[in-house]
C-alpha cells in the first residue's frame, strides 16, 4: 500500500478555518468504506473515544480527531451527541489545542467526562512541547455548560510526575461524591520501562489533586511497557480494571504489541492496590479494538463502553484515501462468574430495518445487503460460516467453532483486502459454554460479533469489495434470522 509520508509541519498544522478542510471532506464521504452506523471522523483519522457521558439530557461522544488525514498528528477533540446511543449528530470541534495555552501545544490527548449540575467537567491530557521539542504532559481540565460552551480552565490541575518518563496520560476521573473523593488515574511508563497507573487524590472534583501513588497489581509488574488509557470502573459488586498495555505480545495475537486488556478483581483506594480474581484477559478477541472507554453515566445503571475499531501502529486501506477509523458500537457491560461480557447497547435494535428473508436455500449461500444484523441461534456442536464470500460462497471471512476444543476461530485471511499482516489473520477464543449463539453486526468496513449473549467479542475491520456480500453456510444447524440496517450517524460537515 503506497503509504503517504508526513511531515511534522503537515501534521501538527493548526486549524484556521473550516473551510480548510472542504476539498478533503468532498474527496472522502462518498467512499463505498463510509461507515452506516459507527462514528467516524468528518474527515482525517479518528482514534479514542473521548469525554464519553451523559449530561444535559443526552449522551456526548468526544473522540481524538487529527482532521488532516490519515495520520496521528494534531489531535483535537471533536464532539458529538446522541439521545439513544444510536443516532448521532455531529456538533463539531469540543476542545482544540493551542499556541497561546501552551499546555497542549501539540495536542488535546485522550481522556474522561464527568457531569457535576449544570457543567460537564473534562479532564484531558495537554500534549505540551517546549522548544527543543520535548514532551511535557499536562492533565488538564475544561468545563463545558449547558450550552455547550466550553471554557479551559486557566492552569492545568497538575503537571508530570518528575520520577516517571514523558509518558503520563489519559485521565480518568474516578468519583465517589457521597464521601468528597476524587481520583484520577492516568497511564504512565516508568523510566524503567514498565507501563504503570499513576493516582492522583482530591476531596473536590476540579482542584487541588495531589499525587498519592503507583497503583499496585500483584502479578502485573512488568506487563508491557506503557499503559494507555486506564479506567476501574465498579460493576456488579466486583471492580474492573480496564487499560492498554503497549510493547506486548500475546499469545495467539499475531506479532501485534498494543493490547486492551481487563482484569476482574477489586479496588482498594486506600492502599492503592487492586487485587486481580483472576487472570487478565483481552477485552475484545478481534483484530481492531483499542483505547476502550466507559461512559460517566447519570443516567441509568448500566456501565457503557466504546472504543477505537482501530490500532496505533498499523495502516489501513482507506489511508489511501486520506481518512481513517471509527469507533465501535457502545456496549453495556455485565460481570458473570468473575468474567466481563459486552453486549451491543440494548437501543441497537432501533436501527433494524427490513427483516431479510435467509431461510433454507439449499446451497447454503445467501446474498446479503452491505449493513446487517445477523441472529444465529446455534442449534449443533460444530458449526462453520462465512461472511463476505462471493456468488459461489468461496473466501470471505470465516468463523468455525470446533466443539471438542471449545474453540471459536475467527479468520479474515481469505478476504480480497488483507491488510496488517503483522497482526496475523486469525484469532480464537476458547468458549467457557458451547457455542449458543452468535450476534453479528457488519458496517461497511467493520464486523462486530458478540458470541453467547457477550461471553465474546471479535471486531474488526474488513474492506470487502463488490462481490464480497453473501453469507456462505458450511456446517451445523442453526435458526437464523437478519435484518438490514439503517443509517444512524451524521455525515454532514460541522466544524
Ligand atoms: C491511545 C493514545 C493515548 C493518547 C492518544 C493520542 O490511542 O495514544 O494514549 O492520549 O492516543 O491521540
Redesign the pocket.
Known amino acids: 500500500m503506497p503509504m503517504r509520508t508526513w511531515t511534522n509541519e503537515e501534521r501538527y498544522k493548526y486549524l484556521e478555518d473550516p473551510s480548510e478542510l472542504l476539498g478533503l471532506y468532498e474527496d472522502t464521504k462518498d467512499s463505498v468504506y463510509r461507515q452506516t452506523y459507527h462514528i467516524q471522523a468528518v474527515t482525517g483519522l479518528i ?2 473515544p473521548n469525554g464519553f457521558s451523559y449530561f444535559g439530557g443526552k449522551w456526548h461522544m468526544f473522540y ?1 480527531w487529527c482532521p488532516w488525514g490519515a495520520v ?1 498528528g494534531l ?1 483535537y477533540w471533536y464532539h458529538v451527541v446522541s439521545e439513544d446511543l444510536v443516532n448521532w449528530k455531529n456538533v463539531g470541534v469540543g476542545l482544540k489545542p493551542e499556541e497561546e495555552y501552551v499546555y497542549d501545544n501539540k ?1 488535546v ?2 481522556g474522561s467526562g464527568y457531569s457535576l449540575e449544570d457543567k460537564l467537567f473534562l479532564y484531558y ?1 495537554g ?1 505540551n512541547r517546549d522548544d527543543d521539542y520535548i514532551r511535557h504532559p499536562y492533565t488538564c481540565l475544561a468545563k463545558m455548560d449547558k450550552e455547550g460552551r466550553i471554557e479551559k480552565a486557566t492552569h492545568p490541575l497538575f503537571k508530570e510526575h518528575p520520577d516517571y518518563t514523558e509518558h503520563q ?2 485521565p480518568k476521573l474516578v468519583a465517589f461524591p457521597e464521601k468528597n473523593r476524587y481520583y484520577i488515574v492516568i ?1 504512565a511508563r516508568t523510566k524503567d520501562e514498565r507501563g504503570c497507573i499513576l493516582i492522583y487524590g482530591s476531596q473536590k472534583p476540579a482542584s487541588d489533586y495531589e499525587f498519592l501513588g503507583e497503583l499496585k497489581v500483584p502479578g502485573y509488574e512488568s506487563f508491557g511497557g506503557m499503559w ?2 486506564p479506567s476501574i470502573e465498579h460493576i456488579g459488586d466486583k471492580d474492573v480494571l480496564i487499560f ?1 498495555p503497549q510493547y506486548l505480545k500475546l499469545p495467539g495475537r499475531g506479532n501485534g504489541t498494543n493490547q486492551n486488556v481487563n482484569i476482574v478483581g477489586r479496588m482498594d483506594w486506600d492502599d492503592l492496590i487492586f487485587t486481580p480474581e483472576k487472570d487478565f484477559s483481552v477485552l475484545d478477541e478481534g483484530f481492531d479494538f ?2 476502550a472507554a466507559c461512559a460517566f453515566n447519570t443516567k441509568d445503571e448500566r456501565t457503557i463502553m466504546s472504543a ?1 475499531m482501530g490500532l ?1 501502529d498499523v495502516s489501513y486501506p482507506t489511508d489511501e484515501e486520506d481518512w481513517s477509523g471509527c469507533l465501535t458500537l457502545p456496549r453495556e457491560l455485565s460481570i458473570k462468574e468473575g468474567r466481563l461480557y459486552q453486549r451491543p447497547v440494548r437501543e441497537i435494535v432501533s436501527i433494524r430495518d427490513e427483516e431479510l428473508d435467509i431461510t433454507d436455500n439449499e446451497d447454503g449461500i445467501y446474498e446479503l445487503p452491505k449493513t446487517y444484523e445477523l441472529l444465529i441461534d446455534v442449534k449443533s456442536k460444530d458449526f462453520k460460516i462465512s461472511l463476505f464470500t462471493d456468488e459461489r460462497g468461496e473466501g470471505g471471512l470465516s468463523l468455525r467453532y470446533d466443539s471438542e476444543a471449545k474453540l471459536l476461530t475467527f479468520d479474515r485471511g481469505n478476504m480480497k483486502t488483507t491488510f496488517n499482516e503483522n497482526e496475523g489473520f486469525t484469532r480464537g477464543s476458547k468458549l467457557i459454554d458451547d457455542l449458543y449463539k452468535l450476534q453479528i453486526y457488519t458496517d461497511k468496513s467493520s464486523v462486530e460479533i458478540f458470541v453467547n449473549d457477550g461471553e465474546a467479542t471479535f471486531t474488526s475491520r474488513v474492506f470487502p469489495d463488490e462481490s464480497e456480500r453473501y453469507l456462505a453456510f458450511h456446517a451445523g444447524e442453526v435458526d437464523m434470522k437478519a435484518w438490514s440496517l439503517k443509517t444512524s450517524v451524521d455525515q454532514t460537515f460541522v466544524i
Open positions: 482514534n479514542d481524538q496521528h489531535k495536542g490527548y485522550s491530557t500534549n496520560r489519559d497511564g494507555e488509557c492498554c483499542y483505547a477505537w496505533p
